[in-house]
Structure formats: structure tokens, C-alpha cells
């Protein structure tokens, strides 16, 4: 991103989860969708191009476990709801700096197959005329061009799904079909565990919590570190030789570890390439070990590659969940190390130069996801 400083804030409430949603009301007219540094599977639309459709504008981004397992339903209502007047717009504003790459997230939208309008937002110009701070964030527009619902976080697909049913009888849509979508999704688009004690946990000095390597963390410089030899429970280290960014850790010569001791029954890091794109590649391994609790971005002997700056699954427990020690060994320099997140449903609360966005907090509600 050009000139934008931003820091983002992760927020647990009442076990984990945190959801908005407010009433079908009015809550104002549509702000416009301008400041986009270009669009995907679409050209330029504008609130007075979508008038006299129903709009659902969701804000998300391609590395946030919790945005990618909204993206089913997205795609299933688009499917449904598309021939009944319904638009689905997929705000892509970005976390970490390689999101706001436009190629980024071209990749990103191709391998996801996501179908819809994709603005990408990357100086955050669309998030802020919605004084938008959660991903992902649904808002719901009616044909006159009001917003009259919307929801923070994962979660109360069914409510949402009937006040797009709502919303499109409002504006003429008959015969609509009575059922909801029901979802299964793979991989990490997959729902979340239900035994989740790990938080997500950033790798970059600026944010960094839990470091457990002996050595203390040195900022924007080559160290050697040890990895901890008996991490606790939520506890992380680096072996080899790093030089730790704000967001992110990269490695200098090969080979290097991460270790991460966790409870969750999945672990997904946030990983790029080296500068030079230059495939980087690892072997996972779980309590000393790789097995048959290997994700969809590993194999059964803990092996993969880093290609694109993105979110790796790299483990899914599949029989019972228990505290277990991951390790991941980069083979190669040059891997860029953001953070892990455990696909809980948390909730996201963006801060902007400090400042939050939206005067309106999260309150506790029924299964939604703040973010990072």
C-alpha cells in the first residue's frame, strides 16, 4: 500500500466469538465504490449503476481464514439469486502489504474461483466510505440504493440469506425458491472447529506476542536463534537465521524452523516467497513427526512449497484434539513468515492510524468472527 500505515487489532469476546448484526431497517444510502486501484470480473460500478438491484457488498481479504470461509456462501447466493436481481461485490481490502498488490489478488480471485465483481481496495478508499473495521463485513442494499441490514463477522447465514430473500421480494423478485443454501466446503474454506484454544498469533515484531526463543527478538536485522526447547501452550519460536520486519520474519539462509506449540484442530500459517518469487520449500512436522494430520497445503509426509504470498494449511487434526508441538523447516531462504491463525471464529476489528473507523463496537452475538 502507497502512504497507508495501519495496524490491525485482534479482539476475543465471550468465548471466542464476536458478531454484529444489526436489524432490516435503513441505515443510510449506499456510499460509493470509488477509490478502487482496479476491478476484477467486472468494469467500475457505481451505486448509480446498481440502483434498482439488491446489492451485497462484502468486505473481505485473501488470507483471512475467516473471509475465505464466507466465500461459499457468497458464491452459492451469486448462483441462486443472480437471476432475481441480486449482485454480490467482493471488497478486497488488505491486511498485510502483499494484498494490496493488485496481481496478488487477481491470483488470489482466479484460484479461488470467486465469479462476482471484485473491486480491489487497496488504499482502503471503499472501507473507509463504509466506516467499514471488520472483515469480513456484509452489507445489504436494497433496489432504492439503502442499506438495511448488516452483519460483522461469520456466522447467521441463514438470517442473512433471508434478508436477501426479503430484500428481493421488496423489489419486485417473485417465485422465489423457499430453502437455504446448505454449504460443504474442503480445505480452508472449510467451517470451523469447535476446540479451539490457540489465537492468532503475528510473526512481524510490531504485533509478536508469546516468543519463546532464548535470543530476544532483534528489529530489522539478521539474528541466529534457538528454538524453544519445551515451548508452553501458545508459545512460538525461530530457529536459524531471521531478520524480523514489522509484519513479517524472513529467512536468511537456509535452513530455518518455526515451532508453535497449539490446541486447535487446524493451523494455517500466513506465508510468502522469497522477494525474487523464487519457490521456498518445507517439511511440517507434529510432535517430532509428519503423519496423517497433514493439511490440503502439505502432504502425508509433511512436505509442500511456498509459491504465493498467501494462507498454507498445513495442519488439520483429525482425531482428537490435543496440545501438540508444530514445526515447519524452510529449506530454502528467503520465506516470509506473517503469522498463524487456528480457524477460530474470532472477530477483527481494524484500526486505522490508531483510530477505530466505526463508532460502533461488536457486541456478542451468534457466530460470527472479528478479525485480526
Given at each position: 500500500?502507497k502512504n497507508l500505515a495501519f495496524w490491525i487489532t485482534a479482539t476475543v469476546l465471550i468465548g471466542g466469538v464476536v458478531a454484529v448484526a444489526s436489524g432490516i431497517g435503513d441505515e443510510g444510502r449506499m456510499p460509493e465504490l470509488d477509490g478502487a486501484v482496479a476491478w476484477v470480473n467486472s468494469a467500475p460500478l457505481s451505486s448509480k449503476a446498481l440502483r434498482g438491484k439488491v446489492v451485497l457488498v462484502n468486505f473481505w481479504t485473501y488470507s483471512c481464514i475467516n473471509s475465505l470461509r464466507e466465500l461459499p456462501y457468497m458464491k452459492a447466493w451469486m448462483a441462486k439469486y443472480k437471476d432475481a436481481g441480486l449482485v454480490v461485490i467482493g471488497v478486497h481490502a488488505p491486511e498485510f502489504g502483499f494484498e494490496?498488490?493488485?496481481?496478488?489478488?487477481?491470483?488470489?480471485?482466479?484460484?479461488?474461483?470467486?465469479?462476482?465483481?471484485?473491486?480491489?481496495?487497496?488504499?482502503?478508499?471503499?472501507?473507509?466510505?463504509?466506516?467499514?473495521?471488520?472483515?469480513?463485513?456484509?452489507?445489504?442494499?436494497?433496489?432504492?440504493?439503502?442499506?438495511?441490514?448488516?452483519?460483522?463477522?461469520?456466522?447467521?447465514?441463514?438470517?442473512?440469506?433471508?434478508?436477501?430473500?426479503?430484500?428481493?421480494?421488496?423489489?419486485?423478485?417473485?417465485?422465489?425458491?423457499?430453502?437455504?443454501?446448505?454449504?460443504?466446503?474442503?480445505?480452508?474454506?472449510?467451517?470451523?472447529?469447535?476446540?479451539?484454544?490457540?489465537?492468532?498469533?503475528?510473526?512481524?515484531?510490531?504485533?509478536?506476542?508469546?516468543?519463546?526463543?532464548?535470543?530476544?527478538?532483534?528489529?530489522?536485522?539478521?539474528?541466529?536463534?534457538?528454538?524453544?526447547?519445551?515451548?508452553?501452550?501458545?508459545?512460538?519460536?525461530?530457529?536459524?537465521?531471521?531478520?524480523?520486519?514489522?509484519?513479517?520474519?524472513?529467512?536468511?539462509?537456509?535452513?530455518?524452523?518455526?515451532?508453535?506449540?497449539?490446541?486447535?484442530?487446524?493451523?494455517?500459517?500466513?506465508?510468502?516467497?522469497?522477494?525474487?518469487?523464487?519457490?521456498?520449500?518445507?517439511?511440517?512436522?507434529?510432535?517430532?513427526?509428519?503423519?496423517?494430520?497433514?493439511?490440503?497445503?502439505?502432504?502425508?509426509?509433511?512436505?509442500?512449497?511456498?509459491?504465493?504470498?498467501?494462507?498454507?494449511?498445513?495442519?488439520?487434526?483429525?482425531?482428537?484434539?490435543?496440545?501438540?508441538?508444530?514445526?515447519?523447516?524452510?529449506?530454502?531462504?528467503?520465506?516470509?513468515?506473517?503469522?498463524?491463525?487456528?480457524?477460530?471464529?474470532?472477530?477483527?476489528?481494524?484500526?486505522?492510524?490508531?483510530?477505530?473507523?466505526?463508532?460502533?463496537?461488536?457486541?456478542?452475538?451468534?457466530?460470527?468472527?472479528?478479525?485480526?
Open positions: 500500500m494490496s498488490d493488485p496481481v496478488n489478488v487477481k491470483n488470489a480471485v482466479s484460484d479461488l474461483n470467486v465469479a462476482y465483481p471484485i473491486p480491489i481496495d487497496s488504499n482502503h478508499s471503499i472501507w473507509t466510505n463504509f466506516r467499514n473495521e471488520y472483515w469480513p463485513a456484509d452489507y445489504f442494499i436494497d433496489g432504492k440504493g439503502r442499506i438495511r441490514y448488516h452483519h460483522f463477522g461469520e456466522g447467521e447465514y441463514e438470517k442473512s440469506e433471508r434478508v436477501i430473500k426479503t430484500l428481493l421480494t421488496e423489489n419486485g423478485a417473485t417465485g422465489l425458491d423457499e430453502s437455504i443454501v446448505h454449504i460443504k466446503a474442503e480445505g480452508s474454506e472449510a467451517p470451523p472447529g469447535n476446540d479451539v484454544q490457540s489465537p492468532e498469533t503475528y510473526i512481524g515484531y510490531a504485533r509478536a506476542e508469546s516468543f519463546a526463543s532464548p535470543e530476544r527478538m532483534a528489529r530489522e536485522s539478521r539474528r541466529i536463534y534457538s528454538p524453544p526447547a519445551r515451548p508452553g501452550l501458545n508459545q512460538w519460536g525461530l530457529g536459524g537465521s531471521w531478520n524480523l520486519g514489522g509484519e513479517r520474519a524472513t529467512l536468511e539462509s537456509a535452513p530455518g524452523k518455526i515451532v508453535f506449540r497449539f490446541h486447535s484442530r487446524d493451523l494455517h500459517m500466513i506465508l510468502g516467497p522469497s522477494k525474487n518469487r523464487t519457490p521456498v520449500r518445507f517439511k511440517v512436522k507434529v510432535n517430532g513427526a509428519p503423519g496423517d494430520d497433514h493439511g490440503s497445503d502439505s502432504a502425508a509426509d509433511g512436505t509442500g512449497e511456498v509459491r504465493q504470498p498467501r494462507m498454507y494449511q498445513l495442519i488439520r487434526q483429525k482425531g482428537l484434539i490435543r496440545d501438540v508441538t508444530f514445526e515447519i523447516e524452510f529449506l530454502d531462504p528467503g520465506v516470509q513468515a506473517f503469522g498463524f491463525t487456528f480457524g477460530q471464529e474470532t472477530g477483527r476489528v481494524y484500526e486505522y492510524d490508531g483510530t477505530r473507523r466505526n463508532g460502533a463496537g461488536a457486541q456478542p452475538g451468534g457466530g460470527g468472527d472479528r478479525h485480526r
